[in-house]
Structure formats: structure tokens, C-alpha cells
């Protein structure tokens, strides 16, 4: 057995390539693009290591050309789920008991298997299954996936680290044990690296995951397990199923070796979790641990002091890219009223430059939202927008879903601070503005923190140090990722720890040691060297 205390190597974020025209990166992910779209690939889920068929196919359906034929995957059914708890549970003493620096080496392997020779298939799968322009697949399906995990490896030595005070003649330690059971990841499909984090930050520290990506993320997680897997991921650790989520829910939220969950979703589907866990808890060897990161509807809030060129840059970059289907996505504005003018003339020609259309083309913008039924829900409220009183479609508000889901970059404009596009979490390219009395900063800034039951993240621009310094007291609890003149979207692994609380979840910040402590149970051993023979104390003695 090696022995040593060892140094990893120290976490330093993946530098984001620019695919400039020309660039060999540019040229490596078009081919790859292609090669991609021509194919027509069968995805396997993965139980115990094992490529698992079903003949129950589904297509992969890329959002900017519903027609178009790249694959399908394997659907699954109830017994799937009891076998990848099984494997979960039949490998779980072999990885716990596997020395902390050989997890740290796979997942450290994964992370360069990304940033080399699978960086062009992980972008390309993402910006085919997912709608994603390369830029932001850039960002997402390789730099964050990537820092994430040279990260948790860092994140993970420096928990060990910390151990507590010993006196003398004795010896204190903490165990940083995985939790006794088995986890369940349930991720979303927007973001390639919460696909990849939310199970790996878990196995990372000892623990066996099953997990369940979303169906309109599944051609991207394909590529992200066979990275795994390749890295040396043993058989069991981490198990990928596609199933029916009720039916999947019951099964796992049942079984008594349950020991926490790791989610990013709707909020009602995670309250309703929460229920079924709280109901079951009877059931369990354990409390199980749940972490979940919900969504928001994030603001952007100015001064009358900010420089409007600068806020409406950031309402156009935080409320489109991808398409505002980013949990952290601008949706709504509060802008003063000496400003608005120019702030909505350098908005107007901003989206008036806009190409939106498939990701294949580099100068689009814009793609597509991510199926129908969003494309249908986004739609509603931009029909109902042109109807209502009181409210005006400053921009956009067309929709195409011939081709693609085409929703065209929409911003309204509401007498009504508490108007329904203020309140709801819409999930797309729709934000709405809400022109406020520049001289009333103070009841603005009330109303911003009590509009929404989301608390994820939120912007303040403004010259005024005294009003930033008033708006981030007031606002302390609005977003769990508070942004000063900058756009409330694009956190950093390592930098911005990402998480919100409210009915944004429970803020247990994904890139940052916070979260890994949530998938460890410490164990504290007290070493005693000589053992006290008489069990009295020198208080008893007589005067």
C-alpha cells in the first residue's frame, strides 16, 4: 500500500477558448458538429459498468430541428431502478475503502480526458441536444465540467485537512466517511456540467450514486459516462438511468438505504420530494441528506446614478444568452426613470444585431428553447402580454416552432411591478421591465426583495457607493448570488460558489467545499495512550 501524504495538483480554472474564425478549435468542433449530425447513435443506459438496452427507443430530438434524425436512447422501466441500486450498493465497500488520492485520480483524468481529446464531443453533443451556441457549451459542457472537477479533487483534501485540537496523551481525529447507503443524482438539461457535478461531487467523496439526467440532456451525458469510464470510474460507482420520473421516485424514495439526494429542477418537483422523504422517513437506515438548487427569477435592479449603456448590456446578455434558459438568468428589470430612455434605445439596437437560427452557425446568437412544451408555455405568455392592459411588447414577441423552437428574444414592458412575467419563472428568452420613479430607490428595492418567492440571483448597478453599499444590506436575502454592475449569470467554479435559498433551494453552493461536506459523514476518533485505571477523580478525597 502507498503511503505519503500527497499534494494534488493545485485547481486552476480551464481557460475558455474563443472559436474565433480560423481558429483550430473552431475547425475541430464544426467537424466533430458534423460528424455528430450525420450519425444516428443508440444510447445505452449504464448499470454496473454495463451498456444497458432495452429496444424501448426514444429520440434524441436536437431543439433547433425537431425533425432531424442524430439518435435515440434506451428507456428504461422499474426493474432498471432496483439494478442500479443494487450496483450502487454492491460496490459501495470497495470505493469507500479505496484510497482518498486514487478517487481523486479518475476524476482528475476525467477532467483532462474533457479538456483534450473529448472537448470537441462534449461541445458539440451540447450544442446539438441542447441547443447551445458554442460559446455557451464552451463555458458550460467543457470549462465548468472541467473546473468542477479539478476543484471537488481540491476542495476535497482541504476537508480532510481540517481536524480538530488534540491534548496531551491523546490523539484526535476525524473520519470523513461517505454516507451509509446509497445517493440519487436528478439533473436538469441545461447546464452539461450540473449533468456531470451533481453525481461525481458525490462519488467523489466515497459515496455510489444512481443517476437520473434529464431526457433532453441524455446525448451529452453519454459522452460526459464514456469520460468516466475511460478515466478508470469502477463499475457501480456511478449508474445512468433513463426512467420514468414517478415511477423512478417511488422506487428510490422507498428503499430503506436511501441516504441523500442531489438535485437541480422545478421547485415543485422538489417540494413534492421533499414530502415523500419527509412521509418515508420512518423507512430509512438513516436522515438523508437533500441538496437542491431550484431555479429563480432573477433581477436586475439600477440606480439612477448606473451607466445605462452598462445596464443594458447586461440585461441583454443575462436575460438571452441561452436563451434565458439559465437558472440565474435575468427575467426581470427595474430600471430608473431618467435612464430608461437610453437604456432601452442601446437595447433595441443591440437585439435589432441579433441572428438567431441553428448552433452549426457560428453568427447566430440565438437558438432554440429546448421542446415544446416550453416553446408552448413561452408563447402563452407572450399572447397573453399582447392582450393585457397595461403592459407593452417593446420587443420581439414573434415564434416559430415550424423548424425549430424558435421563441424571437422578448422584452416587455409593465405599468404593474407585480405584473405575472415579474413574478413567475418563465425559463426563456422573455424579460420584462419595470420603469420605476428614479427618486424612489428605497421603495424599489423593498419591492424587488418581496415580488418573488426566488432568492437565486440578482444584480445592482450604480456609481452611488452609498446606494450599492444600501442595496446589498436590503437585499441580503433576495439572491444567494448577489452581483455589483455586472449581469446576475455566468458564476465561476472557484470563484462564485453558485446556490440560492428561498424556493430557490437550499443554498448548499455547488463549486465550493460547502457542498462536498454535504455528502460526508464525519466520524471523530479519540485515541487514548495510556487508559486511566481508577475511575476516581482527585475532587473525592477527603480534607
Not at 432573477?298 to 445596464?311: E, G, L
Request: hydrophobic share 40%; with cysteine; glycine share 8%.
Amino acid at each position: 500500500m502507498q503511503k505519503g501524504f500527497y499534494n494534488i495538483p493545485i485547481a486552476v480554472n480551464e481557460t475558455v477558448k474563443t472559436y474565433a474564425s480560423g481558429s483550430p478549435e473552431r475547425k475541430e468542433v464544426q467537424q466533430t458538429y458534423d460528424e455528430l449530425w450525420g450519425q444516428s447513435t443508440e444510447i445505452p443506459m449504464v448499470i454496473n459498468g454495463k451498456a444497458i438496452t432495452t429496444g424501448n427507443l426514444q429520440r434524441v430530438i436536437p431543439p433547433h430541428d425537431h425533425q432531424h434524425n442524430v439518435g435515440s436512447y434506451h428507456f428504461g422501466t422499474a426493474d432498471h431502478v432496483h439494478q442500479a441500486i443494487e450496483a450502487s450498493l454492491n460496490a459501495k465497500e470497495e470505493w469507500e475503502t479505496m484510497g482518498w488520492e486514487d478517487r481523486a485520480a479518475i476524476f482528475l483524468k476525467a477532467a483532462d480526458l474533457l479538456a483534450g481529446p473529448y472537448r470537441a464531443r462534449i461541445n458539440a453533443a451540447t450544442m446539438i441536444g441542447q441547443g447551445k451556441n458554442i460559446h455557451q457549451a464552451e463555458i458550460d459542457a467543457a470549462c465548468e465540467m472541467i473546473d468542477f472537477l479539478r476543484f471537488n479533487v481540491q476542495y476535497m483534501t482541504e476537508i480532510f485537512e481540517q481536524q480538530p485540537e488534540s491534548d496531551n496523551g491523546m490523539w484526535n481525529r476525524v473520519d470523513y466517511r461517505p454516507l451509509e447507503g446509497f445517493t440519487f443524482a436528478i439533473t436538469p438539461f441545461n447546464f452539461t456540467a450540473i449533468g456531470g457535478n451533481l453525481p461525481t461531487s458525490m462519488a467523489l467523496m466515497g459515496n455510489t450514486v444512481v443517476w437520473k439526467p434529464s431526457l433532453n440532456q441524455i446525448y451529452s451525458a453519454n459522452i460526459l459516462m464514456q469520460a468516466f469510464q475511460e478515466a478508470g470510474l469502477p463499475d457501480g460507482v456511478i449508474n445512468m438511468i433513463f426512467t420514468d420520473p414517478q415511477e423512478t421516485a417511488d422506487i428510490v424514495f422507498s428503499h430503506p438505504d436511501f441516504a441523500g439526494l442531489h438535485y437541480t429542477g422545478s421547485t415543485e418537483v422538489f417540494k413534492a420530494i421533499w414530502k415523500t422523504i419527509g412521509n418515508n422517513i420512518h423507512k430509512y437506515k438513516t436522515y438523508p441528506r437533500i441538496v437542491g438548487e431550484t431555479g429563480g427569477k432573477d433581477f436586475i435592479i439600477a440606480h439612477k446614478s448606473s451607466n445605462p449603456k452598462q445596464v443594458a448590456t447586461a440585461m441583454v446578455r443575462g436575460a438571452f444568452e441561452y436563451q434565458g434558459q439559465k437558472c440565474s438568468a435575468a427575467s426581470r428589470a427595474y430600471v430608473p426613470s431618467n435612464l430608461w430612455q437610453e437604456v432601452k434605445t442601446y437595447v433595441l439596437e443591440d437585439l435589432k444585431s441579433f441572428k438567431m437560427g441553428s448552433p452549426r452557425d457560428f453568427t447566430n446568437f440565438i437558438n432554440a428553447v429546448i421542446h415544446e412544451r416550453s416553446f408552448n408555455k413561452l408563447a402563452g405568455f407572450i399572447d397573453q402580454a399582447k392582450a393585457d392592459g397595461g403592459v407593452e411588447v417593446m420587443a420581439g414577441g414573434n415564434y416559430d416552432k415550424s423548424k425549430g423552437y424558435f421563441i424571437e428574444p422578448t422584452v416587455l414592458v409593465t405599468e404593474d411591478p407585480r405584473y405575472v412575467t415579474m413574478c413567475e419563472e418563465l425559463f426563456g428568452p422573455v424579460l420584462t421591465v419595470y420603469v420605476y420613479d428614479e427618486d424612489k430607490w428605497d421603495e424599489t428595492l423593498e419591492l424587488v426583495d418581496q415580488t418573488s418567492v426566488y432568492a437565486l440571483t440578482g444584480a445592482v448597478f450604480s456609481k452611488d457607493r452609498v446606494a450599492l453599499a444600501h442595496a446589498t444590506d436590503r437585499l441580503r436575502n433576495a439572491a444567494g448570488n448577489f452581483y455589483v454592475n455586472d449581469k446576475p449569470t455566468g458564476a465561476v467554479v472557484g470563484q462564485q460558489p453558485f446556490g440560492g435559498s428561498r424556493a430557490s433551494g437550499t443554498n448548499d453552493k455547488a463549486g465550493s467545499m460547502l457542498n462536498l461536506l454535504r455528502w460526508v459523514s464525519p466520524r471523530l476518533i479519540k485515541e487514548t495512550f495510556v487508559s486511566p485505571t481508577d475511575y476516581r477523580y482527585p475532587f473525592l478525597k477527603e480534607d
